[in-house]
């Protein structure tokens, strides 16, 4: 690093040491759950992008609304002589935080290597053949054919320096299901708002303002320094929230909502998440290696999965668990994404009766037993929604073993094909289904299908969602996208649980709105003494 930076991040530690609750410039931010890592490309999971988006950028961001403005690219749009072409206008005189020089180079690079077979990101670059330099400042994306949203695709694709990956050895992308620990996993060097200063997984990450940042005037920019604190207890979380411990919290349990919004000095504001949380079942191998049914899969059955599809009463995990804090859903699709509809999200009935019927006519009216996968430091009370299922299942005979795991050791077994019963949730920050159908529903292949734990395969469903990025006719694709649906929801792919509510709880200090990504843009907020 340059020796300005050296010297910012000495100012910042001692200002850590002394820094005091008074300090308006300081925010103590929590959450449940740490970033999976800092390498950029390596995971595409929500709390990990929200840290990454503090001190990385990509070409186009999504503001605090959900609007897609201008990042590292200034302009961008489809070619007029080349239908297959992308072209786009980075901004000039940025620069990374060890000071080295923004340009094209590192943007091919980054491309490149999120398009690596070891890379989160991929399948949101299926489509592309050639990423090329055109100049210092222009970047240009060659695709299999028109794709009409490629824009869409890259509000969470990072930049890396490609000077800095080569010096230190990260020029591949974290293998993180295989245990890998690399530079980039715990250093970064971006050209985002914040500077790394100090980072202990799972513990403490601090950071602090790049005051050489290029958008140092255009945003509010009025917090100095950051200390992330991920604090996965629910009733130690609040607690250090109501102490003054922490200023500002993004998942305030439903059953303390009341409690935070009523204390002096306090505020709770609340916004609907694009994601959907939902049941994975592996329906694709012959025999599953955590039931006790051998020789066969009972998850194979559609009539049993669509029994586990009606044993789940939303209604009333959305009143008990959820304290009304949570939407019924009946497709993996939040309602901001386009290809929704009510008709697909309707809720199906809650029916033990059916469900037991449905149970016996595929053999197993004696039921079954199955490991069931959670995470306990993801979503808002994930693990609380899993025992409420557990109990659920059982009145149909399905006998549920609950393991709970945090969601850095939970996550690999969905991608590693280690699960044969779990809980996802999926935000869709392209609005757009085919982010959904290229991860959880195309085959799992080294393009495609990294989240797709279900193990289904359809090879001509496949050739219909690698369709969707190259049709131009809008009215075509969102037919294409609607029959695509349509075998999704026939063959009980997932079983949707609800879509997420957001509830974010602060001091009266902090002023911001709810990102419907549950990602917070700290250069858009503001702090009053």
């Known amino acids: 690093m340059s020796l300005k930076t050296l010297k910012a991040i000495l100012l910042t530690s001692s200002l850590v040491i002394g820094m005091g609750a008074a300090n308006a410039q300081t925010l103590k931010w929590a959450r449940a759950g740490d970033s999976l890592t800092l390498d950029p ?36 749009g489809p070619s007029e002589s080349d239908p297959n072409v992308w072209w786009f206008k980075l901004r000039e005189g940025v620069k990374f935080h060890d000071g080295a020089e923004f340009d094209s180079e590192d943007v091919v690079f980054s491309f490149n290597r999120a398009m690596s077979e070891e890379s989160n990101f991929k399948e949101l670059l299926s489509s592309v053949v050639e990423v090329r330099a055109n100049g210092k400042y222009g970047f240009e994306i060659v695709t299999n054919g028109p794709n009409p949203i490629m824009d869409s695709n890259l509000t969470n694709l990072f930049i890396m320096d490609k000077g800095w990956a080569e010096a230190n050895n990260a020029v591949k992308v974290q293998d993180v299901e295989g245990g890998e620990d690399t530079f980039a996993a715990r250093n970064a060097n971006g050209t985002g708002p914040f ?15 790049n005051d050489n940042y290029w958008g140092i005037d255009e945003f509010p920019m009025e917090i100095k320094d950051i200390i992330y604190t991920p604090i996965q207890n629910q009733a130690t979380r609040v607690a250090a929230l109501l102490s003054g411990e922490v200023d500002f919290i993004q998942d305030v ?12 000095g306090l505020k709770v504001i609340t916004a609907p998440q694009n994601r959907v949380i939902f049941f994975g079942m592996n329906q694709g191998d012959a025999d599953l290696e955590t039931d006790n049914v051998e020789g066969k899969n009972p998850f194979a059955d559609l009539r049993v999965r669509q029994a586990v599809n009606i044993a789940i009463d939303r209604e009333a995990i959305k009143k008990v668990v959820m304290r009304d804090q949570s939407v019924p859903a009946g497709m993996i699709s939040p309602p901001f994404v386009n290809g929704w509809t009510a008709e697909l999200d309707a809720v199906p009935a809650y029916d033990v009766e059916k469900a037991k019927g449905l149970m016996a006519d595929a053999g197993y009216g004696d ?20 025992q409420a299922s557990v109990g659920m299942l059982a009145k149909i005979g399905i006998d549920v073993q609950l393991e709970a795991l945090p ?7 969905i991608g590693g094909l280690q699960t044969d019963f779990y809980m996802l949730g999926w935000g869709v920050p392209t609005y757009d289904s ?3 159908f290229n991860f959880l529903v195309h085959t799992k292949g080294e393009k495609f299908g990294s989240w797709n734990g279900v193990r289904f395969s359809d090879p001509d469903l496949d050739v219909k969602i690698q369709g969707l990025a190259s049709e131009t006719n809008l009215e075509k694709r969102n037919q294409m996208i609607a029959d695509i ?27 911001t709105i709810v990102s419907p990504e549950d990602t917070p843009m700290f250069k858009y907020f503001k702090l009053s003494e």
């Open 41 to 76: 490309h390596a995971q595409n999971e929500g709390p990990t992008s929200a840290l990454a988006h503090q001190i990385s950028e990509p070409l186009i961001i999504r503001d605090m609304t959900g609007k897609p403005v201008p990042a590292l690219a200034t302009e961008w």
């Open 195 to 209: 500077i790394l200063v100090s980072r202990e997984p799972d513990a403490k990450t601090v950071l602090t303002r």
């Open 253 to 264: 349990p439903v059953q303390d909502l009341a409690r935070v919004g009523e204390t002096k």
């Open 367 to 386: 039921g079954f037993s199955i490991r069931l996968n959670c995470p306990n430091d993801r979503y808002i009370n994930d693990e609380a929604i899993c």
């Open 407 to 413: 969601k850095a050791q939970h996550f690999p077994l």
């Open 434 to 436: 085919e982010y959904i």
């Open 485 to 511: 649906w349509e075998v999704v929801q026939r063959e009980q792919l997932y079983i949707p649980i609800h879509h997420q509510v957001l509830n974010w709880g602060m001091a009266d200090k902090v002023d």
